[in-house]
């Protein structure tokens, strides 16, 4: 099973999550707590996304090499990465305006710290209740799975790794092994050689002795 969330899927999250956390930027210095916090949370998620859009090709070789056992892994990426882009969408959407008003107000230079105070009461007043609190859980659980899943991919590839490391290892002591048993094989064979060699050279001499005391006797 292929891996299911693009390339393009994350860039997408790390596009909205950097135009909120550009327009909450514009006005922090103004902008009520909860606000603040909220941009906080999108700053960890962005971070995170980064890191997940750097490492989205060796997960993909990783996932393609052993499927099977990244399946599940792979599954609830996919699922997190689209509940990530969904909440990112509702919480663009829900401020679009406000964010449109704050941009433009630019031009009015004498009054922009009023301006961004009022247009920030406006996303209060209709974000209001838990709103803020909910989006900023929502980004936070988003954030902590996507860096568990992270965790699991990595300690997968070290254990990969180390087991391929084991299995080298194991290898090259059996070659190690055959190459001891090889040595002491020929060493065998060399001596058995040599003495045979030496007996060939012996036995010619004994019998040509043999012979001249057979002539000095007759």
């Given at each position: 099973?292929?891996?299911?969330?693009s390339?393009?899927?994350?860039?997408?999250?790390?596009?909205?999550a950097h135009?909120?956390?550009?327009?909450?930027?514009k006005?922090?210095?103004?902008?009520?707590?909860?606000?603040?916090?909220?941009?906080?949370?999108?700053?960890?998620?962005?971070?995170?996304?980064?890191?997940?859009?750097?490492?989205?090709?060796?997960?993909?070789?990783?996932?393609?090499?052993?499927?099977n056992?990244?399946?599940?892994?792979?599954?609830c990426?996919?699922?997190v990465?689209?509940s990530c882009?969904?909440?990112?969408?509702?919480?663009?959407?829900?401020?679009?305006?406000?964010?449109?008003?704050?941009?433009?107000?630019?031009?009015?230079?004498?009054?922009?710290?009023?301006?961004?105070?009022i247009?920030?009461?406006?996303?209060?007043?209709?974000?209001?209740?838990?709103?803020?609190?909910?989006?900023?859980q929502?980004?936070?659980?988003?954030?902590?799975?996507?860096?568990?899943?992270?965790?699991?991919?990595?300690?997968?590839a070290?254990?990969?790794?180390?087991?391929?490391?084991?299995?080298r290892?194991?290898?090259l002591?059996?070659?190690?092994?055959?190459?001891?048993?090889?040595?002491e094989?020929?060493q065998?064979?060399m001596?058995?050689?040599?003495?045979?060699?030496?007996?060939?050279?012996w036995?010619?001499s004994?019998?040509?002795?043999?012979?001249?005391?057979?002539?000095?006797?007759?």
């Open positions: 099973m292929s891996l299911g969330v390339i393009g899927d994350i860039i997408l999250c790390i596009e909205i135009r909120l956390i550009s327009a909450s930027t006005g922090r210095k103004n902008a009520p707590k909860d606000i603040k916090e909220l941009q906080d949370a999108l700053h960890g998620l962005c971070y995170t996304l980064n890191i997940l859009k750097r490492e989205h090709g060796s997960i993909m070789a990783r996932a393609a090499s052993d499927h056992s990244n399946i599940q892994t792979n599954q990426l996919t699922y990465i689209a882009q969904n909440t990112l969408h509702e919480l663009d959407d829900a401020t679009a305006q406000y964010r449109e008003a704050i941009d433009g107000q630019g031009a009015a230079v004498g009054c922009f710290g009023n301006q961004l105070r247009q920030w009461k406006r996303v209060m007043w209709s974000l209001r209740g838990d709103t803020f609190m909910k989006y900023r929502k980004l936070q659980m988003h954030t902590d799975s996507l860096n568990l899943l992270l965790s699991t991919f990595i300690w997968s070290t254990g990969r790794i180390e087991e391929s490391g084991r299995k290892e194991q290898r002591n059996d070659l190690l092994q055959q190459a001891s048993e090889f040595k094989e020929f065998r064979s001596h058995l050689l040599q003495a045979s060699i030496d007996n060939a050279h036995q010619p004994h019998l040509l002795g043999s012979r001249v005391s057979m002539c000095l006797s007759g």
